[in-house]
Nanobody
Framework: HVQLVESGGGSVQSGGSLKLSCVAS????????MGWFRQAPGKEREGNAA???????AYAVYVEGRFTISRDNAENTLYLQMDSLKPEDTAMYYC??????????????????WGRGTQVTVS
């Protein structure tokens, strides 16, 4: 079982930046595919960015060029740097882990473990 704890959310004005962090439990974090997802009220959960153990990265088209995903395997931590934030980025943001890591994907159903989320509000 993998535990994930997100932090770094908050309220920011349009055009601002936030950096989310996600700390994972376990000794095999470095082998996992990891991803950031978000869900706004009344909407489905959608993938923002994901990467595998070799840092092959996938971005959703609506965040590419504004968001940057990265990982620190020594600290078991996943990051999401979010720049040029827009009001439509307002959502609960979740970190997710896929221990199988067959390929980099933005499909929520491919991820087995989830954090509780951190709220991002852009006004």
């Amino acid at each position: 079982h993998v535990q994930l704890v997100e932090s770094g959310g908050g309220s920011v004005q349009s055009g601002g930046s936030l950096k989310l962090s996600c700390v994972a439990s376990g000794s095999r974090y470095h082998t996992y595919c990891m991803g950031w997802f978000r869900q706004a009220p009344g909407k489905e959960r959608e993938g923002n960015a994901a990467l595998d153990s070799d840092c092959t990265i996938a971005y959703a088209v609506y965040v590419e060029g504004r968001f940057t995903i990265s990982r620190d395997n020594a600290e078991n931590t996943l990051y999401l740097q979010m720049d040029s934030l827009k009001p439509e980025d307002t959502a609960m943001y979740y970190c997710a882990a896929d221990p199988r890591c067959w390929l980099v994907t933005l499909r929520a159903s491919d991820f087995a473990y989830w954090g509780r989320g951190t709220q991002v509000t852009v006004s």
